[in-house]
């Protein structure tokens, strides 16, 4: 069982909708993280949430974290194929070690 | 800016060999860690180490062993490759541990037991 669960495992879109993925768990988190992995490439940090209920935007990109710390979204509005990529959320359970969930592999077709 | 370097990219073993990922980082960062990704599993830690001199276990350590003698490098040793260590792997750093720092991740080595 994963620390972290993250939902959808995949998801498939056009370019220029709206999605929305998610990150739980039944564990309280100090702050959860939100990463894009590329193909080849190592996971690059997106967001850090630090207090329960915050909302932070990056872009089109929407993070919220949930008010009891336990879980977290990501909305893209308008995806294009650039957003393309693995979705990875994080925290960490004691302040040695980071956990990461399985992730979200997302498509974006033009 | 090298940021975190990692080599090979690409390694094929077979069982029972030994061989030594290698990590390096050029941001003076304290904190440098191993990760393996499988498919459906995510990333899982295996070491990581706090500073000079000090490491200990992450989630799965068993088959690996590490050591850290300067701040720059991070090794990853494979005593005796099994197939079940097919995977890619990840080594990453952090300016120090803390759940709300950013880490940076090397490119990934790819390793192949057969």
């Known amino acids: 069982t994963q620390l972290l669960e993250q939902s959808p495992q995949f998801l498939s879109i056009q370019e220029g909708e709206n999605l929305t993925v998610y990150c739980n768990s039944s564990?309280?988190?100090?702050?959860l993280q939100w990463y894009r992995q590329e193909p080849g490439e190592g996971p690059v940090l997106l967001v850090t949430?630090?207090?329960?209920?915050e909302v932070k935007k990056l872009k089109r990109l929407t993070f919220q974290f949930g008010d009891a710390r336990k879980d977290s979204s990501l909305h893209i509005t308008a995806a294009q194929p650039g957003d393309t990529g693995l979705y990875l959320c994080?925290?960490?359970?004691?302040?040695?070690?980071?956990?990461f969930g399985a992730g979200t592999r997302l498509t974006v077709k033009p | 800016n090298a940021g975190v370097t990692q080599t090979p990219k690409f390694q094929v073993l077979k069982t029972g060999q030994s061989m030594t990922l290698q990590c390096a980082q050029d941001?003076?960062?304290?904190?440098m860690s191993w990760y393996r990704q499988d498919p459906g599993m995510g990333l899982r830690l295996i070491h990581y180490?706090?500073?000079?001199?000090?490491?200990d276990q992450g989630e799965v350590p068993n088959g690996y062993n590490v050591s850290r003698s300067t701040t720059e490098d991070f090794p990853l040793r494979l005593l005796s490759a099994a197939p079940s260590q097919t995977s890619v792997y990840f080594c990453?750093?952090?300016?120090?541990?803390?759940?709300?720092?950013?880490?940076?991740f090397g490119q990934g080595t790819r390793l192949t037991v057969v």
């Open positions: 994080a925290g960490a359970p004691s302040n040695n070690d980071m956990r």
């Open positions: 990453a750093s952090k300016t120090r541990q803390g759940w709300n720092t950013e880490a940076f």
């Open positions: 564990s309280v988190f100090s702050s």
């Open positions: 941001m003076n960062h304290e904190y």
């Open positions: 180490s706090v500073g000079a001199g000090i490491t």
């Open positions: 949430v630090v207090t329960g209920g």
